[in-house]
């Protein structure tokens, strides 16, 4: 790294990565490419995945990093190189890259690869009067078809549950204390809105065609882990709040409430409610007392105040 | 570069410094934008905590001919708040990304300063009298027994200490979902925009409930999203024009008489890459951090991350002129994407329209033909348009007394080090020189550190 005074050690291996890029077809620097380019997959996910700012993060750093992300793998589904690729975290290299993958197909005909957004198929009409700012914020979070979607077995597009967002990072924060178990049950939270029994399962209610190719196409390149929602929290510009949300959608308080029974907000809601009882299936191994859903349950108010520290992020 | 030879060149002194002295740099205190007023009379800047500070000319001394007057500060106050959204669970920064003056029309100063959310204008008035001697009540503000009240006499105004006041007069808020990057005053004086991640609103400035929607490069699947707005201007001198830059180096020029949302521009600037410096971070260092129009509105400025391109509104294809900032950072741009130095938003700016200066664009008819920008080890830059040459200087406290010129510094890019040199390996790239103004009339410039704010005026002889 440069630094103030810091002096170099390594010139050769310096000159391999920071040197001008070579084309992949010479023979002995197609190594140091190789090389290159792995270093700068790798880095490129551990900024996504690893930062955990208590802002929001940069969207146009998340989607330059991705953009990078995204070129490295079409490089490399250009090479046909089905070498696996080192994942540096124990997290899921790879949720981000197989959505993108899966939402292209769709838009693929209509938007070739230099496409700029700006001139994709826009939800907005040339009106003749000018748009008030405050109707921008009708535009749904379901940003496309649900056949579209990517499973909801690996960190669900986040677009399908707009709340689920702080709902989840602060799950992500729970989990972080409690091991894995829960989080497939925690998958099966979000589409509890929509079915009613929460099976790991049935998590992907909306898998796409495309995904079960893709998997075994690339079978080694990149191990999702089921139910990390990391990447939700990271690439900040996949959930995208409305501001109808914010100020019509009725806010589920059940998890502040005494009283979980009482179910969150209803059918009209565009919110995914978590109930308390997938609240609660996801906070069973860290609260000291055995609950089963559908029971009403007691917390401690001290178990909840800790919690809620949790949640607040302090 | 510019040296100490010919008679049209700026010789810059320095004049002042303003900030904490220590190494230890409490992260409020960062600066986070500079910005002259109209007048050049005073000077604004902001903080990552949220707070502005203005600094007010002192009025010229006729004695002291060899100086222009120094640099006070004039008022400080908290403009933004950290504020948390608590359905995101996140917090939102107080910091003070940009701050854009009004020109003046009465005895008050107007500014607009804004965070990531909300947009203030701020009335900046001064008060020197105040009315003693009422019947009601005491010089201390308690109320008098109305029955011990035996006289009536006429409240005065009696001369008091000068007291600058802030007061917020409107807040412009809850109309973006992303991060605002730029304001832009219009030139009728009445509207503004804000530019944000993905959309452009326009504002007037009366009016803070309401504002309309003219860009929204949002996809409708946020999957799709590959390009970000990154800063936006109003063209100065005509009000239905504006410019927006994005991260992947275009520019778009948009015109609001040809639709209420302007979603196809009028024109779009881009340099085809050169295909022998490409590279995995082509894209990334092709990201436009800051635009500005020149004086005129001929031409406009873009800053990337290695370059500043001087762009010919009549011509699309390419720019007429790029400066390369420090083009030794192209071989290190790895190293630099790691600690993110690469992701530095560095801005420029243009030369003040001043009447030496014009005498020197006697080729150009326009008055912008100087432009100065920020890199690492806390040196700027300035290239002169006309005559092609550059100059890097530094900012530092040490060896810079008042009215001595500062000494040019020079970049060893590699080979042998010069004496005075400094290798690329020594640089510091945590003292970086993001924020830089130009005074509007007159040969002084304000370049912030990440704490100190430091002023340079031209030698007069």
Redesign the interface.
Same mark, same amino acid.
């Given at each position: 790294?440069?630094?103030?005074?810091?002096?170099?050690k390594f010139d050769e291996h310096e000159d391999g990565?920071?040197?001008?890029?070579v084309s992949p077809t010479d023979g002995p620097s197609k190594v140091s490419y190789t090389l290159?380019?792995q270093?700068?997959f790798n880095?490129s996910l551990m900024?996504l995945y690893n930062h955990r700012p #208590? +802002?929001?993060p /940069? @969207?146009?750093?998340t989607?330059?990093i991705?953009?990078?992300l995204?070129?490295?793998q079409e490089e490399l589904k250009q090479e046909g190189s089905l070498r696996p690729m080192f994942v540096a975290t124990s997290q899921p290299a790879d949720p981000l890259s197989d959505?993108?993958r899966e939402?292209?197909p769709p838009?693929g005909h209509l938007?070739p690869p230099g496409l700029?957004?700006?001139e994709?198929?826009?939800?907005?009409p040339?009106?003749?009067? #000018? +748009?008030?700012? /405050? @109707?921008?914020?009708d535009?749904t979070f379901c940003?496309?078809p649900a056949a579209?979607h990517d499973g909801a077995t690996k960190p669900p597009?986040a677009?399908l549950q707009p709340?689920k967002?702080?709902f989840s990072?602060?799950l992500d924060e729970i989990e972080e204390l409690c091991p894995a178990p829960t989080s497939a049950e925690a998958v099966a939270a979000e589409p509890a809105a929509h079915d009613s029994k929460a099976q790991p399962s049935e998590s992907d209610v909306h898998k796409p065609e495309g995904l079960p190719e893709s998997r075994t196409a690339e079978p080694k390149l990149m191990e999702p882990l089921p139910g990390n929602f990391e990447i939700t929290a990271s690439t900040g510009?996949?959930?995208?709040?409305?501001?109808d949300?914010?100020l019509f959608a009725d806010i589920d308080t059940s998890m502040y409430d005494f009283d979980p029974c009482t179910s969150a907000a209803g059918a009209a809601s565009k919110m995914a409610p978590v109930s308390a009882d997938e609240l609660l299936k996801t906070l069973a191994p860290y609260s000291s007392q055995p609950v089963t859903p559908n029971q009403p349950f007691k917390m401690d108010l001290t178990e909840l105040d800790h919690i809620m520290e949790v949640?607040?992020?302090s | 570069f510019l040296g100490a030879g010919g008679g049209n060149d700026i010789q810059w002194c320095f004049s002042q410094v303003k900030g904490a002295v220590d190494d230890d740099v409490a992260e409020a205190d960062i600066i986070s934008t500079v910005e002259f007023n109209h007048s050049g009379e005073l000077l604004a800047t902001g903080d990552k905590g949220g707070r502005v500070v203005i600094f007010q000319q002192e009025q010229e001394n006729k004695t002291q001919s060899h100086s222009r007057g120094e640099y006070n500060v004039y008022s400080t106050f908290q403009s933004h708040e950290p504020e948390?959204d608590?359905?995101?669970?996140?917090?939102?920064?107080e910091k003070i990304n940009k701050i854009r003056w009004l020109p003046q029309k009465n005895a008050a100063q107007f500014l607009l300063s804004t965070n990531?959310k909300t947009i203030k204008l701020w009335k900046i008035s001064e008060r020197d009298k105040r009315p003693e001697g009422y019947n009601l009540k005491e010089e201390d503000g308690r109320y008098r027994d109305p029955t011990t009240v035996t006289t009536l006499r006429v409240p005065v105004f009696r001369p008091m200490d000068l007291m600058v006041e802030a007061s917020p007069r409107r807040i412009f808020a809850?109309?973006h979902?992303?991060?605002i990057n730029s304001i832009s005053i219009n030139s009728d004086y009445e509207t503004y925009l804000s530019a944000d991640?993905?959309?452009i609103?326009?504002w007037h400035l009366e009016i803070t409930d309401?504002?309309?929607?003219?860009v929204?490069?949002?996809?409708?699947?946020?999957?799709?999203?590959?390009?970000?707005i990154?800063a936006a201007e109003f063209h100065p001198n005509s009000c239905s024009t504006f410019v927006y830059s994005s991260?992947?180096g275009?520019i778009r020029l948009c015109d609001m008489r040809a639709?209420?949302?302007c979603?196809r521009h009028s024109k779009l600037f881009e340099e085809p890459e050169d295909p022998s410096n490409?590279?995995?971070f082509s894209?990334?260092i092709s990201?436009i951090s800051d635009v500005k129009f020149s004086h005129s509105g001929r031409y406009m400025m873009t800053r990337d991350y290695l370059s500043v391109k001087i762009w010919d509104l009549n011509m699309e294809n390419r720019p007429v002129e790029t400066y390369q900032v420090h083009e030794y950072l192209r071989?290190?741009?790895?190293?630099?994407?790691?600690?993110?130095c690469i992701?530095d938003k560095f801005e420029c700016c243009w030369n003040g329209s001043d009447r030496q200066v014009k005498f020197l664009s006697l080729c150009t008819s326009d008055l912008s033909n100087i432009v100065m920008t920020g890199s690492y080890n806390n040196f700027f830059r300035m290239f002169d348009r006309n005559t092609k040459r550059d100059i890097t200087l530094e900012a530092s406290r040490e060896n810079n007394k008042p009215r001595t010129v500062l000494k040019p510094r020079k970049v060893c890019a590699s080979g042998k080090r010069k004496k005075d040199e400094i290798s690329v390996?020594?640089?510091?790239?945590?003292k970086k020189i993001l924020h830089t103004a130009w005074h509007p009339k007159e040969n002084i410039i304000a370049v912030a550190t990440t704490n100190n704010l430091y002023i340079f005026q031209d030698k007069m002889n």
């Open positions: 790294m440069l630094g103030k005074g810091g002096k170099r990565l920071e040197g001008k890029v290159q380019r270093t700068i880095i900024k #208590l +802002t929001e /940069s @969207l146009q750093k989607v330059l991705n953009n990078m995204r070129r490295i959505t993108f939402a292209q838009f938007a700029l957004p700006a994709l198929v826009s939800t907005m040339l009106e003749s009067c #000018l +748009t008030p700012a /405050s @109707l921008l914020e535009d940003t496309s579209q597009p677009a709340v967002d702080s990072s602060a510009f996949l959930t995208d709040l409305t501001l949300d914010i949640l607040v992020g | 948390f608590y359905l995101k669970s996140l917090e939102i920064e990531d809850n109309a979902t992303y991060h991640d993905l959309r609103n326009l309401r504002s309309f929607n003219i929204d490069i949002k996809p409708a699947n946020m999957e799709e999203l590959t390009e970000v990154t991260s992947k275009t639709s209420a949302l979603d490409r590279s995995f894209e990334i990201s071989s290190k741009l790895c190293s630099l994407y790691e600690n993110d992701f390996d020594s640089l510091d790239f945590n």
